[in-house]
């Protein structure tokens, strides 16, 4: 149990354009999910926690209005690029906590999407 | 200086070794200690949960955590070429979700 994926797993865009990234509980409801990004060789930075119905809150840093996330339900997240620039070029990781015992005291993790901007 | 700090290696070990990673912290009020093991290309898988100071065990794993020096450790004995990853530690203060990632160790355990 506990599965949480990722769509595309991996994706290539021209520069300038918007791509959008979902994150998906497969088998539990998620009432928080958690976006990071990963640069090669590097640990993933967090980049801003959605609670479902409500504004995600974006970490120190990390542009509201170029990374829009979106969690309309207990399923679903979605991030979008938007007027993707190579330096986004990233592994982009979402997390997520559920509800009941024994899925709210960890973060299950996606298996990433790879983005690459041309 | 980084809430979390680790040695990114890499480390490489002949099979059968037993296998030390190490990670420091800074931050007093971390209460709640993971050992996450990542494949290439993919998301972190759990290994370990600690909370506050102590030993846990499970198989040929071992978290340790000392608090008093703010030191965190994971053992891994007999290791295998399938341990070949990057074993990244993450902690994080009681009630917050936010998890905070040291940068990863990647391990290599060669035949």
């Known amino acids: 149990g506990a599965v949480v994926s990722q769509h595309p797993s991996r994706v290539i865009c021209k520069s300038g354009t918007s791509v959008k990234i979902e994150c998906r509980s497969l088998?539990?409801?998620?009432?928080?999910m958690f976006w990071y990004r990963q640069f090669p060789k590097q640990s993933l930075m967090l980049m801003a926690t959605?609670?479902?119905?409500?504004?995600?809150?974006?970490e120190q840093g990390v542009e509201k209005d170029k990374f829009l996330i979106n969690h309309a339900s207990l399923t679903l997240s979605t991030l979008t690029v938007t007027s993707a620039h190579p330096e986004d070029s990233s592994f982009y990781i979402c997390?997520?906590?559920?509800?009941?015992?024994?899925?709210?005291?960890?973060?299950?993790f996606g298996p990433g999407t790879r983005l690459t901007v041309l | 200086q980084k809430e979390v700090e680790q040695d990114p290696g890499p480390l490489s070990v002949p099979e059968g070794a037993i296998v030390s990673l190490n990670c420091t912290y800074s931050?007093?009020?971390?209460?709640?200690f993971m050992w996450y093991r990542q494949y290439s290309r993919k998301g972190p898988e759990l290994l370990m949960y600690?909370?506050?100071?102590g030993n846990k065990e499970d198989g040929r794993f071992t978290a340790q955590v000392d608090k008093s020096s703010k030191y965190i450790s994971l053992f891994i004995r007999d290791s295998q070429p399938s341990d070949s990853a990057t074993y990244l530690c993450?902690?994080?203060?009681?009630?917050?979700?936010?998890?905070?990632f040291g940068a990863g160790t990647r391990l290599a355990v060669h035949p």
């Open positions: 997390s997520a906590k559920g509800v009941d015992a024994t899925t709210n005291n960890e973060q299950f």
């Open positions: 088998d539990f409801q998620a009432t928080t």
């Open positions: 959605s609670n479902e119905g409500s504004k995600a809150t974006y």
């Open positions: 931050n007093s009020a971390f209460q709640y």
């Open positions: 600690t909370y506050s100071s």
């Open positions: 993450a902690s994080f203060s009681g009630g917050y979700n936010k998890l905070i």
